[in-house]
């Protein structure tokens, strides 16, 4: 993923199928795993520890939620920021696939499966990515599989 290495922004044609970049980890402590359960997805089992002990997860679990948040979060930091990103129209596919436990330090493996130039609208394209997000034990925690837009280097602003 050229373009950021020469101090412009990311864009388009710097984007090319199979290319992968890892942000990360970033650690999830108990406090962050309650606070946002509480206000976005106030399931015993990301709320209440005594509760979560007696769910089938044996203790307290982020939010999947909460696991893509931060994933996103580690992509945006470390390469939506510096880019021409225009945003996504949607994800193909996210799964949840083991619990996220406080203390857990979690990376993002960015993939990219294919760019697409796009036919209406010359100044953009669109690139199809792949986010794996692990643990420090590097057991996958997530998988998803989305769309981003992306604006041509001659339509980049300066």
């Known amino acids: 993923m050229s373009g950021l290495a020469s101090g412009r922004p990311l864009a388009f044609e710097d984007l090319a199928a199979g290319q992968r970049k890892t942000f990360g980890p970033r650690v999830l402590s108990k406090e962050e795993i309650v ?25 307290l679990i982020a939010s999947g ?14 390469l939506l920021a510096q880019s021409t990103s225009m945003g996504s129209p949607g994800l193909d596919e996210l799964k949840w696939l083991k619990p996220v436990r406080p203390g857990d330090a ?32 590097a057991e996958t925690v997530m998988t998803m599989v989305a769309r981003v837009l992306f604006l041509r280097r001659d339509a980049a602003p300066r």
Request: include cysteine; proline fraction near 7%.
């Open 106 to 137: 979690l990376s993002v493996e960015v993939t990219i499966l294919e760019t697409t130039p796009s036919r209406s609208k010359p100044d953009r394209g669109s690139v199809r990515l792949s986010y794996t997000c692990t643990n420090q034990r």
């Open 35 to 59: 606070a946002f359960g509480k206000d976005w997805d106030p399931q015993p089992f990301h709320v209440d520890e005594a509760a979560a002990a007696r769910s089938p997860f044996g203790g």
């Open 65 to 78: 939620w909460q696991t893509a948040a931060l994933c996103m979060r580690l992509v945006v930091d470390g």
